[in-house]
């Protein structure tokens, strides 16, 4: 019998994650000698990204793609990943990753689901239509936001936080709907940014992870040999993934430098209060994650 399942996702065909989500559902269709077919819905045309996580968990989508930073309002562990400074290289953000693993399962757990895999975002920095040397420069503007953090930044340097999910980024700002976002080269690239902004900060402010998951009755639904082939396709994905977001980083802000942007090391002062920013972010999670949120910075810093 042969098994068929939908992934949504909320990224572009092009992007280095999806590229890898249709090389592992190529390899599980091998390794499960055709039993299990993926089929993979980008750009969010199955489901807008804030919704696949739910319709993984209802069933409606039997796999999805999530940003773990869009669901810190229902649980401050998904937001780790997205504390500016935290955790701002590759090395750096596997290591939380590895700290938060065993919470991300048991809480995914119990909401019916599993966490298949996981790949990093490239390093954030700041887009921006006009330069900038400090945050104070950022007063007033429109700033897209994709997660409570980056809305909150917005907040802390007195920009007006505009939530546009990454498949309406271009357009947003064409339009002129949002001015400055902090993001990665790679989504930049995605959305050809050059077109309408002319300098990105590489502030490597922190790497968010987006995570693969499948709905555990349509899991436990498989036999064995093919839920090992999804399990061993899974662990071969992550591995991939992560050498795929180093060098999609590179590329990303080459094509983007290429097309006009200028690709800057963030000013002192700009530095520096980025800096101030991110210590405000830690101790507002702090206070809010609790012991649970402690605990895992104790074991992430260990
Ligand atoms: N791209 C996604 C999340 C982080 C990133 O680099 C976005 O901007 O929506």
């Given at each position: 019998a042969q098994t068929k399942w939908d992934l949504a996702t909320a990224y572009p065909a092009t992007n280095f994650h999806t590229e890898n989500i249709n090389a592992f559902a190529a390899d599980v269709d091998k390794a499960s000698g055709g039993k299990l077919k993926i089929t993979v819905h980008a750009n969010a045309a199955l489901f807008k990204a804030p919704e696949i996580k739910r319709a993984v968990q209802g069933g409606q989508a039997q796999a999805g793609e999530i940003l773990l930073v869009n669901f810190q309002n229902e649980w401050q562990i998904f937001g780790a990943d997205g504390l500016?400074?935290?955790?701002d290289s590759y090395d750096e953000a596997m290591k939380l990753y590895k700290a938060q693993k065993p919470l991300l399962d048991k809480k995914l757990g119990e909401q019916g689901m599993m966490l298949l895999y996981s790949v990093p975002w490239p390093p954030q920095g700041i887009y921006s239509k006009k330069p900038l040397a400090a945050a104070a420069d950022l007063k007033g503007i429109k700033w897209r936001a994709y997660s409570p953090a980056t809305a909150r930044i917005a907040e802390l340097v007195g920009a007006q936080p505009v939530t546009v999910q990454a498949a309406e980024v271009s357009q947003?700002?064409?339009?002129?709907?949002?001015?400055?976002?902090?993001?990665?080269?790679?989504?930049?690239?995605?959305?050809?940014?050059?077109?309408?902004?002319?300098?990105?900060?590489?502030?490597?402010?922190?790497?968010p992870k987006n995570v693969v998951l499948v709905n555990v009755a349509a899991f436990k639904a498989l036999d064995k040999a093919t839920q090992d082939a999804l399990l061993k396709a899974a662990a071969d994905a992550e591995t991939r993934g992560l050498a795929s977001a180093k060098k999609a980083n590179g590329e990303t802000l080459d094509k983007l430098k290429g097309g006009g942007m200028n690709i800057l090391p963030p000013p002192p002062a700009l530095k520096a209060d980025m800096a101030k920013v991110g210590e405000t972010l830690l101790k507002e999670?702090?206070?809010?994650?609790?012991?649970?949120?402690?605990?895992?910075?104790?074991?992430?810093?260990?």
């Open positions: 500016p400074f935290l955790a947003a700002f064409a339009t002129g709907v949002v001015e400055s976002m902090m993001s990665s080269g790679s989504t930049g690239w995605d959305a050809k940014l050059h077109e309408h902004v002319k300098y990105w900060y590489d502030t490597q402010a922190w790497l999670w702090l206070a809010k994650a609790g012991p649970e949120g402690q605990a895992l910075i104790d074991a992430y810093r260990k």
